[in-house]
């Protein structure tokens, strides 16, 4: 039951952390390298609040504004600049992320820091003592995908966003206006980054260089998921369990590995990923 639960939590954090990169990547058709600085930017929010006197419940919704302001102003001044160059778009925003390390790294220093949980201790669930924080990372990973799929298919703004993501180009000749869609996709991928970072954060530590596997990992879970989040979330439930699997039976240091090999097989095999043949 344990190893269950293990591999559940693990797929709601990969979802949690990647679903903001695949939302830019399906509407602006670029993959944004700075995803990792984000994460990192949105894992020193606990620290923050609970420095400030704050609830440490506040360290989530603080990471996530911070991601959307800051995603609104690189999306304004760096990515809408570039964005019949989709290929500087990208080298862009691997730059600004070094940046943004470089930048937590002389407010914050190279140290590792620890982060307070809102959530702390056990409870027993058929038999098998498990972490309360991270079985309340599954409920939120369902909340953050119900969230997303109810503003896409229930809302104006998420027609408008699926008619930019099937054909900006005829989307425009209608009267969308697509660079306020691509603003706030780029804004709410960022602060999605971010919020990811703050939930991480209690789980291990923090420090400049954290968002980095974790960018790795959810690059490879975009890639193979398309623009598809009932993909991502099968995405993140296979390789992230396999991760699971091998960290327990194998070597951690394997396990590590697990989602970007899969991933690479997964595309060598079936280069549309798991959302299209």
């Given at each position: 039951?344990?190893?269950?639960?293990?591999?559940l939590?693990?797929?709601?954090?990969?979802?949690i952390?990647?679903?903001?990169?695949?939302?830019?990547?399906?509407?602006?058709?670029?993959?944004?390298?700075?995803?990792?600085?984000f994460?990192?930017?949105?894992?020193y929010a606990?620290?923050?609040?609970?420095?400030?006197?704050?609830?440490?419940?506040?360290?989530?919704?603080?990471?996530?504004?911070i991601?959307?302001?800051?995603?609104?102003?690189?999306e304004?001044?760096?990515?809408?600049?570039?964005?019949?160059?989709?290929?500087?778009?990208?080298?862009?925003?691997w730059?600004?992320g070094?940046?943004?390390?470089?930048?937590?790294?002389?407010?914050?220093?190279r140290?590792?820091?620890?982060?307070?949980?809102?959530l702390?201790?056990?409870?027993q669930l058929?038999?098998?003592?498990?972490?309360?924080?991270?079985?309340?990372?599954?409920?939120l990973?369902?909340?953050?995908?119900?969230?997303?799929?109810?503003?896409?298919?229930?809302?104006?703004?998420?027609?408008?966003?699926?008619?930019?993501?099937m054909?900006?180009?005829?989307a425009?000749?209608?009267?969308?206006?697509?660079?306020?869609?691509?603003?706030?996709?780029?804004a709410?991928?960022?602060?999605?980054?971010?919020l990811?970072?703050?939930?991480?954060?209690?789980l291990?530590?923090?420090?400049?260089?954290?968002?980095?596997?974790w960018?790795?990992?959810?690059?490879?879970?975009?890639?193979?998921?398309?623009?598809?989040?009932?993909?991502?979330?099968?995405?993140?439930?296979?390789?992230?369990?396999?991760?699971?699997?091998?960290?327990?039976?194998?070597?951690?240091?394997?396990?590590?590995?697990?989602?970007?090999?899969?991933?690479a097989?997964?595309?060598?095999?079936?280069?549309?990923?798991?959302?299209?043949?």
């Amino acid at each position: 039951m344990s190893l269950l639960l293990d591999i559940l939590s693990t797929a709601a954090i990969l979802f949690i952390v990647s679903c903001g990169l695949l939302l830019i990547f399906g509407v602006m058709k670029i993959i944004n390298f700075a995803h990792g600085g984000f994460l990192t930017l949105g894992g020193y929010a606990p620290l923050l609040v609970t420095h400030w006197g704050w609830s440490p419940w506040a360290g989530g919704p603080v990471a996530f504004a911070i991601g959307i302001a800051c995603g609104a102003l690189v999306e304004r001044f760096i990515v809408r600049p570039l964005h019949t160059r989709p290929l500087d778009a990208i080298l862009a925003t691997w730059g600004l992320g070094i940046v943004i390390g470089q930048l937590i790294t002389l407010a914050f220093g190279r140290g590792v820091q620890f982060a307070e949980s809102p959530l702390s201790g056990t409870v027993q669930l058929l038999g098998t003592e498990y972490s309360v924080y991270r079985l309340a990372l599954i409920g939120l990973a369902l909340a953050v995908a119900a969230g997303i799929a109810g503003v896409l298919n229930g809302t104006r703004l998420g027609l408008i966003t699926r008619a930019v993501t099937m054909n900006e180009t005829l989307a425009r000749g209608l009267g969308v206006n697509s660079e306020r869609v691509r603003l706030s996709t780029f804004a709410f991928g960022a602060g999605l980054a971010c919020l990811a970072g703050a939930l991480i954060t209690p789980l291990s530590s923090v420090d400049p260089n954290m968002g980095v596997p974790w960018l790795t990992n959810a690059f490879m879970l975009a890639m193979i998921s398309g623009t598809s989040l009932l993909s991502l979330a099968a995405a993140c439930l296979l390789l992230g369990g396999a991760q699971v699997l091998v960290s327990v039976f194998g070597s951690p240091v394997l396990g590590a590995l697990t989602i970007v090999v899969l991933g690479a097989l997964v595309l060598r095999i079936r280069p549309g990923g798991f959302a299209r043949g």
